[in-house]
């Protein structure tokens, strides 16, 4: 595609349980991140995949958290044991790496609401 | 304390007003960008800046290096222009950091 898609767009969970959200970065893109916003806040910083390097994990909240990303291009986000707190939407973003000289990419989002 | 520093937090503008925010950074980059984030939540980057000066439409922005500073001008703003504009800076590791972000409302 065009530019960075992510699904689902919407989702709402109940409490205790499990979400996936998908991000299909653009292709060719080597870098791959995951943020997230809760209302009226910044962007949060997940985790970001490069190439076949191991992901910086850093910014995963809880180990309720996990991502993949397969043949270094869609990546998922896992959510176990969803909770209140983890609503908010999740945003995918792509760049071409190496090089400073390229912009990032950012996908519309999926919004996650646990009731 | 956050790598990214922007301000105002919020600005309320009349139409046809010139506009500037502010961002500072404490780290070193390889590149600043600045980011517009529509009420819907999309996410569109408006400049890369790794120095000097770059001009798109009524859009400006500028970055000083030794200063770690960079502005985001914006000229006769509309309302349209009323979003919220984020600074973004990548490290020479490739990771980002962002500013919470300058809620703008232009008003008719």
């Known amino acids: 595609g065009a530019g960075v898609s992510q699904s689902p767009s919407n989702k709402v969970t109940e409490k205790g349980k499990d979400v996936e959200l998908r991000c299909d970065p653009i292709?060719?893109?080597?870098?791959l991140y995951w943020y997230r916003q809760s209302l009226g806040q910044g962007l949060e910083f997940l985790i970001y995949f490069q190439g076949n390097s191991a992901p910086d994990k850093s910014g995963l909240p809880s180990d309720r958290f996990s991502a993949e990303r397969t043949g270094g291009s869609v990546s998922t986000l896992t959510i176990q044991r969803t909770q209140q707190e983890d609503s908010a939407v999740y945003l995918c973003?792509?760049?071409?790496?190496?090089?400073?000289?390229?912009?990032?990419?950012f996908g519309e989002g999926s919004w996650l609401t646990v009731v | 304390k956050n790598e990214v520093e922007q301000s105002p937090q919020n600005l309320t503008a009349q139409e046809g007003e010139f506009i500037t925010i502010n961002c500072s950074y404490s780290v070193g980059i390889s590149a600043l960008h600045w980011l517009q984030q529509h009420p819907g939540g999309g996410i569109v980057s408006l400049f890369m800046l790794s120095s000097g000066k770059k001009k798109h439409g009524r859009l400006i922005a500028t970055i000083n290096i030794q200063e770690k500073h960079s502005s985001l001008h914006i000229t006769a703003s509309h309302p349209r222009d009323s979003a919220v504009y984020i600074c973004a800076v990548r490290n020479t590791g490739n990771q980002f950091y962002f500013g919470t972000g300058t809620s703008l409302t232009v008003i008719p």
């Open positions: 973003a792509s760049s071409v790496i190496p090089g400073s000289g390229n912009t990032i990419y």
């Open positions: 292709s060719g893109h080597t870098a």
